[in-house]
């Protein structure tokens, strides 16, 4: 255990401890008024999305790690240092940034930068770097980008799938695997967004993070007690889809629903904390201790927090640093207040399906894919001309705002989980498809799924460009947020089938044919300018 021998600080000629307080508490509650718009929109994530419920402790766990590192922090004379101010000036640009952008993941990671400037400039580099655990560990709290979210989630289902699958044919039920979709025969388990393992990857990663702290083992134990999170989250989850699949199997499925589903997760998640103590309790034993002798849980006096506060508030300091933060905030009022520009498009339930000689049969999405997804507008047809052997399924998904963390989905995160094969997939520009017979470049994809094929076109229409990339969809979202006040946007899929008996060419001339045919329309429903005045052709 480390050794505990903290003396009063308060000693003779130091304020007391409640008037020490009153300069750090003015200087956190500055930055939190000052970065409110991305702090309350991140506590609204930890309400909604269970992925995140862990948000609240996260703050109250640095808490207690900050109280852990004061045995050390008494142990040297905290000295200022003006590089700290650079930090927070360097936080409060992410903020007028992720203002200007609405990019609230900028203002959250801004907040936690001044945060850290503050604390430099307080007690400097030397004492900083012995609390770098709680100000790390604050990091847990923000969610992830959309984008990033969904493409982990996607490749966190189908790994789950597989190695669940593998586990069910280990034990001699007989079952087929279609991307994310178990098919046990006589029902069929679909692997949804919620069984990615993802409510228990970063719930278990902040907690991997602080059993590696609280563990006085080697550097290298430490950090693989965090990382092995990662693995046991993706075992443990495929390891419980394996097990629903069982009793799914035998007793119907019922087991894979309601309180029974949710508390197999409950189980699971205890399980994987079992590991990580299984864990450290070897790496123990490897010593020749306990897990006791090593793992230094503690609860210290709550007085033991005086050791951070500054001997004295500095008066000049700490007005200077509040008027900047809040001098920065009210700047930015007149833009954070400011409404975003929403343009007016006529709504996609009134796209035509007469177009040439196209004649279109308009399809809904289920709710389920609706609340996912979480579009403003979309639209789901098939066309076909009379000569056509195959019809061409189009689908648009309209954002109006892509800002507070809906937007586009790429469907190379969807296609896999469907169970569909990617043949080949690359970017292929289509000639004479604008008004002025300008090329579209798009991303062409040839999938396979047994013996069918589809041949898929995609792209992204972001405000006034077409974009292939989907990670250069979010730049220009940043961008275009910054220097425009817009960020809506939509993603445009055409899917035609390949019959076996005819070439693909065959298919990208029908896919071609229909794209050159449709364009004026959706350039008529999908805003580029908003000074534009189009007309359906």
Same mark, same amino acid.
């Given at each position: ?41 991140? #506590? ?40 700290? /101010? ?81 586990? /069910? ?77 069982? /009793? ?42 306990? /897990?006791?002798? #090593? ?51 006529p709504s996609l ?11 279109g049969d308009e399809?809904?999405?289920? $709710? ?5 997804? $979480? ?127 005819t070439d693909v ?33």
């Amino acid at each position: 255990m480390r050794n505990r021998n903290i003396k009063n600080l308060d000693t003779t000629g130091e304020m007391p401890v409640w008037g020490r307080m009153l300069g750090p508490i003015i200087l956190l509650f500055a930055s939190m008024y000052a970065f409110r718009e991305g702090l309350l929109l991140m #506590v609204n994530w930890w309400e909604r999305m269970p992925e995140y419920n862990h948000g609240y402790l996260i703050p109250l766990v640095a808490a207690y790690l900050l109280l852990l590192s004061a045995d050390r922090f008494k142990q040297i004379v905290p000295k200022r240092s003006l590089s700290g /101010l650079l930090v927070v000036i360097f936080g409060l640009v992410l903020l007028v940034l992720g203002e200007l952008s609405t990019v609230y993941t900028i203002i959250q990671y801004g907040f936690l930068v001044t945060l850290s400037g503050l604390v430099i400039f307080g007690i400097g580099w030397r004492g900083a770097l012995i609390i770098w655990a709680p100000l790390v560990y604050l990091v847990f709290m923000i969610p992830l980008p959309d984008f990033l979210f969904q493409k982990l989630s996607g490749e966190l289902q189908l790994l789950s799938s597989q190695f669940g699958v593998m586990f /069910l044919r280990w034990v001699g039920v007989s079952v087929y695997l279609e991307g994310n979709v178990i098919d046990l025969g006589t029902f069929q388990l679909q692997v949804a967004e919620a069984c990615s393992g993802l409510r228990y990857l970063f719930p278990l990663m902040s907690f991997g993070f602080l059993c590696a702290y609280l563990f006085e083992g080697k550097i290298w134990q430490k950090i693989f007690i965090f990382l092995s999170t990662i693995p046991i989250t993706i075992f443990m989850n495929s390891f419980r889809i394996g097990v629903i699949g069982i /009793l799914v199997e035998y007793y119907g499925i019922s087991m894979a629903r309601g309180f029974l589903h949710d508390f197999e997760g409950w189980i699971v998640f205890m399980a994987c904390v079992g590991i990580l103590f299984m864990e450290m309790t070897a790496f123990a034993l490897l010593s020749g201790r306990k /897990l006791a002798d #090593v793992f230094d849980v503690r609860v210290p006096p709550l007085s033991d927090f005086a050791v951070f506060l500054p001997k004295s508030n500095p008066s000049f300091a700490l007005a200077g640093l509040t008027a900047l933060i809040l001098a920065t905030s009210i700047s930015m009022a007149s833009f954070s207040d400011r409404e975003e520009i929403l343009p007016v498009v006529p709504s996609l339930n009134t796209f035509p399906l007469k177009i040439a000689e196209w004649r279109g049969d308009e399809q809904a999405m289920e $709710q389920v894919y609706l609340d996912q997804l $979480q579009l403003d507008d979309y639209l789901m047809a098939n066309y076909r001309r009379p000569s056509d052997v195959a019809s061409v399924e189009i689908y648009i998904a309209y954002y109006a705002s892509q800002r507070k963390g809906s937007s586009v989905h790429s469907p190379k995160a969807c296609l896999p989980g469907g169970g569909w094969e990617i043949i080949d997939s690359a970017v292929t520009s289509i000639k004479e498809v604008g008004p002025a017979g300008e090329n579209l470049d798009v991303n062409r994809t040839l999938i396979r799924l047994g013996d069918s094929q589809q041949l898929v076109y995609y792209w992204f229409r972001q405000r006034d460009r077409n974009v292939t990339n989907e990670y250069l969809v979010k730049w220009y979202i940043f961008w275009d947020a910054l220097t425009r006040n817009r960020t809506d946007g939509s993603l445009l899929r055409l899917v035609t089938v390949v019959p076996e008996a005819t070439d693909v060419s065959e298919a990208d001339e029908r896919m071609q044919a229909f794209l050159r045919d449709i364009d004026p329309t959706i350039a008529y429903f999908l805003p580029r300018n908003i000074d534009d005045n189009n007309e359906p052709g």
